[in-house]
């Protein structure tokens, strides 16, 4: 009897001693499972934030603008009847409306007479306020465009040009206006970015030719 009593207390502390060194292991798994789950985490996030920034910093190197190359017309606009650079014509650009466009070789695509004005403006996409942007035509705004004279400086328009992303009806103060041909082109930037098709607007005092 004594000798059941005793073999089998050795059996019940076995089993504990078993219980016992498996039950760290078992643990010890699980910490190394979830560590594995939790290192894994940091890692798309970095990348999600990584890409995040690349756009940005594309953004900026175009100055933030998104350019309408449609090529389309406003209503009224009037073909110049001798401009000083024809339609085929080759130019440099002097201005730097956009990122890699002073000193660029452009295409002349269409050349007309009218009053082009420079605005500020608050775009609806919820941008910065954009101060003294060149051009919009007097075809593109409604308050101008039946005028013969052209508006004075401080007047408060509403703009129907979609050259850049939320600049179509806003609400602009006019800067300054001048009565010139601008022109339409394509060209190439200078900073290696792609071809530009149908830039608006150019005035004759932005361009030269060798």
């Known amino acids: 009897m004594n000798k059941k009593k005793i073999i089998g207390g050795v059996i019940t502390l076995s089993s504990l001693a078993l219980l016992a060194a498996c039950s760290p292991q078992d643990s010890g798994n699980q910490e190394s499972v979830d560590t594995s789950e939790q290192s894994s985490t940091p890692t798309v996030e970095n990348s999600s934030e990584s890409d995040m920034m690349n756009e940005s910093e594309s953004m900026d190197d175009m100055g933030g603008m998104m350019h309408d190359d449609s090529g389309e017309i406003p209503e009224g606009l009037q073909e110049a009847e001798n401009p000083t650079y024809p339609v085929g014509d080759t130019v440099t650009i ?5 990122a890699g466009m002073e000193g660029a070789t452009g295409t002349i695509v269409g050349a007309f007479d009218t009053v082009a004005y420079e605005v500020t403006y608050e775009p609806t996409n919820g941008d910065s306020i954009v101060e003294n ?3 919009v035509l007097k075809e593109e705004i409604p308050e101008a465009r039946n005028q013969e004279e052209p508006l004075n400086e401080g007047t408060e328009v509403i703009l129907e040009a979609s050259h850049m992303e939320g ?4 609400t602009a103060t006019i800067d300054s206006a001048e009565e010139t041909t601008v022109y339409m082109l394509d060209y190439q930037p200078t900073d ?3 071809m530009v098709k149908n830039h608006k607007w150019v005035t004759e005092d932005e361009l030269s030719q060798e």
Do not use: F
């Open 94 to 98: 002097q201005t730097d409306h956009m």
């Open 133 to 135: 942007h060149k051009w």
């Open 167 to 170: 600049m179509e009806g806003v």
């Open 192 to 194: 290696g970015g792609e």
